[in-house]
């Protein structure tokens, strides 16, 4: 097992020190100030509406696949009944 350089791990805290103690403006998106119209905000509020639209989608999906196999079941045990290939 090989042991990391010291530079390696003097680099990585440098960069985490600077990212934890940094001006807290420079993290901050629109919508942390308060924005209420912005190019972000509406892409935020864009990505939230394409996510429901996705989680909608697969409930229906899934609803769907759910009836047509109790369809084919309620088909198979017809026709097993009938003695129908």
Known sequence: MTRPRVGALLAAATVAAVVAFGPDAARACQSCFGADDGPMIDGARAGGWALIALAAF?????????????????????SASTGER
């Open 58 to 78: 697969m409930q229906v999906a899934f609803a769907t696949f759910f009836l047509i196999l109790r369809r084919r079941l309620r088909q198979a045990a017809a």
